[in-house]
T-cell receptor, first 117, second 115 residues
Framework: GAVVSQHPSWVICKSGTSVKIECRSL??????MFWYRQFPKQSLMLMAT?????????EQGVEKDKFLINHASLTLSTLTVTSAHPEDSSFYIC?????????????FGEGSRLTVL | AQSVTQPDIHITVSEGASLELRCNYS??????LFWYVQSPGQGLQLLLK??????LVQGIKGFEAEFKRSQSSFNLRKPSVHWSDAAEYFC?????????????FGTGTQLKVEL
């Protein structure tokens, strides 16, 4: 199956710094990628839809100035957590849709665990 | 708006026993339904999906799920559980919007397998 890779898989940062997480589709082109956030022992909450070459669409309640999303190419989307605070600590997961593959199927990255001290 | 309910937060079964994980959904049209499995600290792996057609769907690792429109359910089953099946299982319903897939996830069911 198609592979989606996230980097870094694990990051610790100081409060007030910014952290960038990359999501790459390794063997397919993804015009649309999705960013999810997962709190411990909870479900995944969709944060935003990332569209190649255009602005991301954020879900209600998600601060777009805090969670910057860039989808510069058909294989790469980045999520930047700006001025991170401890409450931003979470597991962030991206997914991508293979436009040429089975309709509706999303492939998920391995996730990136962010810990803000 | 779509929603998914997984009534069981935790389930414990003995290895070799059968398994059924419940999922109920709410969606205004014909739903696209998915089951994903997540091991600790890992991303999600697709077990199976339902878009249309046969309501009994076969997936990977010996899992199957049955779509029951009258009950708004999409329960996941496995006839004989293996210890390696211990993980978190998520049911999701999808909406296709402008070429993208917006998935809404249930809260998950943690499966523990006793040897």
């Amino acid at each position: 199956g198609a592979v989606v890779s996230q980097h870094p898989s694990w990051v610790i940062c100081k409060s007030g710094t910014s952290v960038k997480i990359e999501c790459r589709s390794l063997d397919f082109q993804a015009t649309t990628m999705f960013w999810y956030r997962q709190f411990p022992k909870q479900s995944l909450m969709l944060m935003a839809t990332s569209n190649e070459g255009s602005k991301a669409t954020y879900e209600q309640g998600v601060e777009k100035d805090k969670f910057l999303i860039n989808h510069a190419s058909l294989t790469l989307s980045t999520l930047t957590v700006t001025s991170a605070h401890p409450e931003d600590s979470s597991f962030y997961i991206c997914s991508a849709r293979d436009a040429s593959g089975s309709a509706g199927e999303l492939f998920f990255g391995e996730g990136s665990r962010l810990t803000v001290l | 708006a779509q929603s998914v309910t997984q009534p069981d937060i935790h389930i414990t079964v003995s290895e070799g026993a059968s398994l059924e994980l419940r999922c109920n959904y709410s969606y205004g049209a014909t739903p696209y339904l998915f089951w994903y499995v997540q091991s600790p600290g890992q991303g999600l792996q697709l077990l199976l999906k339902y878009f249309s057609g046969d309501t009994l769907v076969q997936g990977i690792k010996g899992f199957e799920a049955e779509f029951k429109r009258s009950q708004s359910s999409f329960n996941l089953r496995k006839p004989s559980v293996h210890w390696s099946d211990a993980a978190e299982y998520f049911c999701a319903v999808g909406a296709f919007t402008g070429g993208g897939n917006k998935l809404t996830f249930g809260t998950g069911t943690q499966l523990k397998v006793e040897l």
